[in-house]
């Protein structure tokens, strides 16, 4: 008798753990709050456009999707903490781009973290922008270009690091354009920007919102684009491919990101969401403000995409013999 109550209890575990399984495949996922995990600090450009992305899918999925910012350590903390959860859709990564191309060519932890995530789909992407000081005088990628010929090894590009985007652009500007730069590393964007408002420093690139309120103040000049933008807030920027440098040309995105094993199902309820706020006027607007364009794919097509830019990248990284250590 005592061992048919001991086998009871497993049973019902049993039958429990199936109904939760079959409750997500069955199309009722979510069936509680999610919880997205953003690898940047609260108030910054990732943050922005994750809780205006939040919002959304929790509107068009009748769940809260709850941003949980964890950023530092380039990413890995944010990435462990999705790489490691449940399989079940609960816990996803709002990435950017450096997160899943880049750190991982730089970073073995963080490649080892980047295998145990599966894509769900890009949400947005958008340009870097080509900024000088206002102290130099030069107004057009070109121009920049022939003072820096002119005035080789006397050209200083900030960056918030070595081995972040705006680093990779610049080797990559530099070497496109065959001029003589240099890479001032910083610990942070505005910590470069008050030094670029100063002439401490002659160039940049980054995001448009960290770059934004200096360019409406004329403290500096935003000469180019790296890729075309359909964002009105970028429309009088010229993209730097087609005014003075062909085949240059890269941009950053946000992707969100599931745990590896996650049901397939449950990967195209939260694509299809996403789709459906793809095409949402509003968000759109909302998106634009921060020079950022809604841009929605497939989860296989975000994973071709990545495959490409970390070819791009790691040949730039290789060049320019980049490294952490």
């Known amino acids: 008798m005592r061992s ?3 086998v009871r209890p497993a049973l019902g575990c049993i039958a429990a753990l199936l109904a939760a399984c079959a409750f997500a495949q069955s199309g009722g996922y979510p069936g509680k709050p999610v919880k997205m995990v953003v690898p940047f600090a609260a108030g910054g450009p990732a943050d922005v456009v994750a809780r205006e992305v939040g919002v959304a899918l ?3 999925l009748g769940q809260p999707f709850v941003v949980d910012n964890l950023g530092g350590g380039a990413g890995l903390p944010a ?3 999705v790489s490691r959860a449940s399989a079940d859709g609960y816990t996803l990564l709002f990435a950017a781009s450096g997160n899943i191309v880049i750190q991982p060519l730089l970073t073995k932890s963080v490649a080892e973290a980047a295998k145990n995530l599966t894509p769900v789909g890009m949400v947005s992407t ?6 000088v000081s206002a102290k130099l005088p030069v107004h057009t990628a070109q121009e920049l ?3 820096a010929r002119a005035h ?3 050209v200083n590009f900030g960056s918030a690091g070595v081995g972040g985007l705006a680093h990779l652009g610049m080797e990559q500007f530099k070497s496109t354009a065959k001029i003589d730069i240099n890479h001032v590393p910083y610990k942070g964007t505005s910590m470069v920007v008050n030094d670029l408002v100063s002439g401490e420093i002659q160039g940049l690139f980054s995001s448009f919102p960290s770059l934004k309120g200096m360019i409406d103040k004329g403290a500096i000049r935003a000469i180019g684009l790296t890729a075309p933008s359909a964002s009105p807030s970028l429309s009088k920027i010229p993209v730097i491919s087609a005014s003075g440098l062909p085949g240059f040309q890269y941009t950053t995105w946000y992707g969100l990101y599931a745990t590896a094993g996650t049901p397939n199902d449950v990967i195209a309820r939260l694509n299809a969401a996403l789709v459906k706020i793809g095409n949402d006027k509003t968000l759109r607007e909302r998106l634009d403000v921060q020079g950022v364009d809604l ?4 989860a296989e ?3 071709k995409q990545a495959r490409q830019e970390t070819v791009q990248w790691d040949r730039v990284i290789r060049s320019a013999n980049i490294s952490l250590n």
């Open 4 to 6: 048919i109550f001991l």
């Open 58 to 60: 929790g509107k068009e």
């Open 79 to 81: 990435m462990n903490a």
């Open 126 to 131: 958008s340009p870097h922008v080509l900024v």
């Open 145 to 147: 270009i022939a003072y």
């Open 152 to 154: 080789p090894g006397k």
């Open 295 to 298: 841009h929605v794919t497939s």
């Open 301 to 303: 097509e975000l994973a």
